[in-house]
C-alpha cells in the first residue's frame, strides 16, 4: 500500500535560518507530488508541484523553494526564514498514470513550522 | 484561473441537526470536484469525489454532496450531523485534464452532543 512521509513534524526556527522540509512516498512509481501550505483562514495554498525528477512548477512567488532529487522524494526549502513563513505545510501525491481517478491527492501529516 | 469559494467558514450545530456546507467554483469547462476533511489530529482526507454521472455523489459517515452544474456549485450534505463531524472541511476543484486542485478556505464544523 502506499504510504507518505513527512519530517519534521514540528520545527520552530528563528528569523533568517534555513529550513528543509522533507517528504517521501512509498509504494507507488512516478507520482506527481505536491507542496501546500495551510494558513488558518485561508485554506490550502498550492505552492510546488513537481510531475517528474527535477521538475517543479511553483504556484507562488515567495522565500521558499523545492526540489525532487529522487522519484519519490520531495523536499521544500528555504535559505532564510521569514516570519510569515510560519504555517502548516502538507505534502500530497497523486498517481501521475493518466486522468480518470488521478486526481484525488493523498495528503501526509504535515509539518507544522513557527518562525519566531 | 479556476477558484473556489466556500460561503460559510466557521459552522456550529446540535448533534441531529442538518448540514450544508456550500461551494461554488469559477471553470466553465469540465470538473473534477472534491470535499476533503480533516479531523482533528488525523491527515486530511477523501470525503467524497465527482467526475462524472450522477450528479449526486455520497461519500463516507453518511455525506453527500449534488453537482449542479448550472449554478456552479457541489454543496455538502448530511441529514443528521453527529459530534465526530467536528472537522474543517475542504471543497476542491481540478479543471479537466488538470492534475492541480484548487481548494477553497475551508469550513470549520464545530457539532455539540
Known amino acids: 500500500s502506499q504510504t507518505i512521509h513527512q519530517w519534521p513534524a514540528t520545527l520552530v526556527q528563528p528569523v533568517g535560518s534555513p529550513l528543509s522540509l522533507e517528504c517521501t512516498v512509498e509504494?507507488?512509481?512516478?507520482?506527481?507530488l505536491y507542496w501546500y501550505r495551510q494558513a488558518a483562514g485561508r485554506g490550502l495554498q498550492l505552492l510546488f508541484y513537481s510531475v517528474g525528477i527535477g521538475q517543479i512548477s511553483s504556484e507562488v512567488p515567495q522565500n521558499l523553494s523545492a526540489s525532487r532529487p529522487q522519484d519519490r522524494q520531495f523536499i521544500l526549502s528555504s535559505k532564510k526564514l521569514l516570519l510569515s513563513d510560519s504555517g502548516f505545510y502538507l505534502c500530497?501525491?497523486?498517481?501521475?498514470?493518466?486522468?480518470?481517478?488521478?486526481?484525488?491527492?493523498?495528503f501526509g501529516a504535515g509539518s507544522r513550522l513557527t518562525v519566531l | 484561473a479556476q477558484s473556489v469559494s466556500q460561503h460559510n467558514h466557521h459552522v456550529i450545530l446540535s448533534e441531529a441537526a442538518s448540514l450544508e456546507l456550500g461551494c461554488n467554483y469559477s471553470?466553465?469547462?469540465?470538473?473534477?470536484l472534491f470535499w476533503y476533511v480533516q479531523y482533528p489530529g488525523q491527515h486530511l482526507q477523501l470525503l467524497l469525489k465527482?467526475?462524472?454521472?450522477?450528479?449526486l455523489v455520497k461519500g463516507i459517515k453518511g455525506f453527500e454532496a449534488e453537482f449542479i452544474k448550472s449554478k456552479f456549485s457541489f454543496n455538502l450534505r448530511k441529514p443528521s450531523v453527529q459530534w465526530s463531524d467536528t472537522a474543517e472541511y475542504f471543497c476542491a476543484v481540478a479543471s479537466g485534464g488538470s492534475y492541480i486542485p484548487t481548494f477553497g478556505r475551508g469550513t470549520s464544523l464545530i457539532v455539540h452532543p
Open positions: 500530497a501525491w497523486i498517481e501521475g498514470t493518466g486522468f480518470a481517478g488521478a486526481n484525488v491527492l493523498t
Open positions: 509504494g507507488t512509481s512516478n507520482p506527481n
Open positions: 471553470y466553465g469547462g469540465t470538473v473534477n
Open positions: 465527482y467526475f462524472s454521472g450522477d450528479p
